[in-house]
Each structure stands twice: as C-alpha cells, then as structure tokens.
C-alpha cells in the first residue's frame, strides 16, 4: 500500500523535449512537495503545496511547473529539458505546515530523469 | 538563511558496533526540528529519527538516539548495534517552525563491515 508513489521511476529523453512526472499521495496530507537531488547527492527543495496552493516556490528555472489537480496530486512538467536537468527528482507530502507532530515528510521513491 | 553542515562525508563501521554521525546547522530561530533521514541504494528517502527543539530530552527511535545540542547547533546521530542494512546515506535536515522551509544537509555516506 504505496504511501507516496511517483511515474515513472525512470525518464530518459532528449534535450529541447517536454516531459511530466507524476505524484500521488494516499495519505490525507495536505501539503505536498518536489525536491531535485543532484549528482552528488545534493537534496534541494524546488516547491511546496498546501492545498493546491504554491506555497513554496525556490528559484527554478519557470520551465519547472508544478500542477495540483486536488491536494493528492503533484505533478511536474518540464519545458525544454536541458542537460542540467538531469537528477533524481522526488515527490515528498506532510500534513498541514502548522500542526502538531504533523511535520514529518514522507517521500516517494524518486523518478531518475536523464537528459541527453 | 538557515543552512545545515555534515562534515563526514563518508563513515564505516564494523558490524555490531556503534557510529555517530556529526551535524551542525545555523538559524537565527528558538523554535524548529531536525531530522534525520536515510537513503539506501533503493533511493527511497526513509525517516530515521526527529527532534522537537523545544524539547530537551534526546530523541531514541530503537538503535538510532540522538545527541541534540541546542545552544551548540549540533545535532548527531547514533546507531548502535549496525546493521548491514544500515548502509546508506544518511541526511541531517532543519525544518523551521512555520514549516516552509526544508533544508538538507550534503549527507553521509555510511557502510557497514561485516
């Protein structure tokens, strides 16, 4: 019973293309987040919901745009992929930013995008 | 800013015996928490351990504890009795009290020796 699930698991395309990663969480939480984690295995958080609401938004390129359906969905659309794009993307979801003992982030399974 | 520091990074350890892993971080704020959170090679991100910074009371989750320092900013982790499946990297990670901001620190790598 997948807590927070991600698709695909692995993306290989070609620079200039635009492509999608999806996320769901079954969990009721209400906020929901993308972090890209580089080559080195550098974590960084590039945008966070709130029921369907951009809370969070880091300094990314706007070819990065998040999209939330209904406060179980994330997803991230990628315009005009380029080299530098390429890293582990995950999908993480908490529940409200404020309650108590609810600050703890569950992540998906990350999605490994390569561009070439 | 606030920003997190793992300065190993890369440890081992010996089947059965005991690692700490060392994180230091920088915010101006009284109130937040920390975590600890491992990835195997499966690069699931997996919860390991959090701390309430109001609290002072060491966090222990079985084998993991931790050693929060609050005035010194330091915030480690200790795995007792390691496990094979214990190899990872492992990230310390600061979340300010009004949770809008998640930050991570670079990782450790741990193996561990059978």
């Known amino acids: 019973d997948t807590a927070v699930s991600q698709t695909p698991k692995y993306l290989v395309t070609q620079m200039g293309n635009d492509k999608s990663i999806k996320c769901e969480q079954n969990l009721g939480h209400d906020t929901m987040y993308w972090y890209k984690q580089d080559s080195k295995k550098f974590l960084k958080i590039m945008f966070s919901?709130?029921?369907?609401?951009?809370?969070i938004n880091e300094t990314v390129p706007n070819r990065f745009s998040p999209k939330s359906p209904d406060k179980a969905h994330l997803n991230l659309h990628i315009n005009s992929l380029e080299l530098g794009d390429s890293a582990v993307y995950f999908c993480?979801?908490?529940?409200?930013?404020?309650?108590?003992?609810?600050?703890?982030?569950?992540f998906g399974p990350g999605t490994r995008l390569t561009v070439l | 800013a606030q920003t997190v520091t793992q300065s190993q990074p890369e440890m081992s350890v010996q089947e059965a015996e005991t690692v700490t892993l060392s994180c230091t971080y920088d915010t101006s704020e009284s109130d937040y928490y920390l975590f600890w959170y491992k990835q195997p090679p499966s690069r699931q991100m997996i919860l390991v351990i959090r701390?309430?910074?109001?609290?002072?009371q060491n966090a222990t989750e079985n084998r993991f504890s931790v050693n929060f320092q609050k005035a010194a900013k330091s915030f480690s982790l200790k795995i007792s009795d390691s496990q094979l499946g214990d190899a990872a990297m492992y990230f310390c990670?600061?979340?300010?009290?009004?949770?809008?901001?998640?930050?991570f620190g670079p990782g450790t790598r741990l193996s561990v020796l059978p």
């Open positions: 701390q309430e910074a109001y609290k002072q």
């Open positions: 990670v600061f979340r300010d009290n009004y949770g809008q901001n998640f930050v």
């Open positions: 993480a979801s908490s529940q409200a930013l404020l309650a108590e003992h609810t600050d703890t982030q569950y």
């Open positions: 919901y709130n029921n369907k609401e951009l809370i």
